[in-house]
């Protein structure tokens, strides 16, 4: 999978240099571009934002810089995704989805906007992370690269995506290690007993009675909009 990120602010993808998605970068699951738009300014001043027509505060990125951004990495088969508040929520589902793409082009915006024009020319898809303003498109493209990621092969072991959370619209059931006694409080002694079968059940029983707790409205998906 290609990711590649207009933005104007590269650096803030420093962190997806780290842990797991970062020794993915290194062993070439994955491949992280990312596209300064000010590079694209052909202003002396390196402008690549201006007043909006109509008035109002703010500044509005120009079309034809973003344009050019765009563009330079432009490809036949490449989907092109704008992070913005309007766009349909991410959940798991769209994930998969996602990641069966192999080129994403990710289109951060700052400031009020983009002009709209460059976006109803370039964009395929509008995305939003969750229902809440932020200062620019960059921690939501992160969290779509991460999500997206981990359904790539070679990125995590398979187990993990197989008993995760969500898998079958269903929280995970909880997790122990060392030490068996903590603050007084004893591990299940059903994971003691390397009885792999009353394991198995014990973890289903847990997942259920979470969800229902936790998030009872999965439960009502399942088998409809079904992750794995
Ligand atoms: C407005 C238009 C995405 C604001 C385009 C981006 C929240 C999300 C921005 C933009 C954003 C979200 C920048 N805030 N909920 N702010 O996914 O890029």
């Not at 596209?35 to 002396?44: E, G, V």
């Not at 050019?68 to 704008?82: G, H, N, P, R, T």
């Not at 059903?190 to 394991?199: A, D, Q, Y």
Request: net charge negative; aromatic share 8%.
């Amino acid at each position: 999978m290609k990711f590649d990120v207009l933005t104007l602010f590269p650096e803030m993808f420093t962190p997806l240099k780290e842990s797991i998605i970062g020794k993915a970068i290194e062993d070439k699951k994955i491949e992280l571009n990312l596209i300064n738009i000010r590079d694209f300014s052909k202003d002396k001043h390196k402008k690549v934002d201006d007043t909006p027509y109509g008035g109002g505060a703010g500044m509005v990125m120009k079309a034809d810089v973003v344009y050019d951004a765009y563009l330079s990495v432009k490809k036949e088969k490449a989907k092109v995704i704008f992070l913005s508040p309007q766009g349909k929520t991410l959940n798991q589902q769209k994930v998969k989805e996602l990641s069966n793409e192999n080129h994403l082009i990710l289109l951060c915006g700052h400031y009020e906007g983009i002009d709209q024009r460059v976006i109803d020319e370039i964009v395929d898809e509008e995305i939003s992370i969750g229902d809440y303003i932020l200062t620019g498109g960059e921690l939501p493209a992160m969290v779509l690269i991460d999500s997206v990621s981990r359904y790539i092969d070679g990125v995590l072991n398979k187990e993990s995506v197989k008993e995760e959370s969500f898998t079958n619209n269903m929280l995970e059931y909880p997790q122990y290690t060392r030490p068996e006694v903590f603050l007084g409080k004893k591990v299940p002694e059903v994971l003691l007993s390397g009885h792999h079968e009353n394991i198995k059940k014990w973890r289903e029983e847990q997942s259920l009675k979470i969800t229902l707790q936790k998030r009872p409205n999965l439960l009502k998906l399942k088998g409809k909009e079904d992750i794995q």
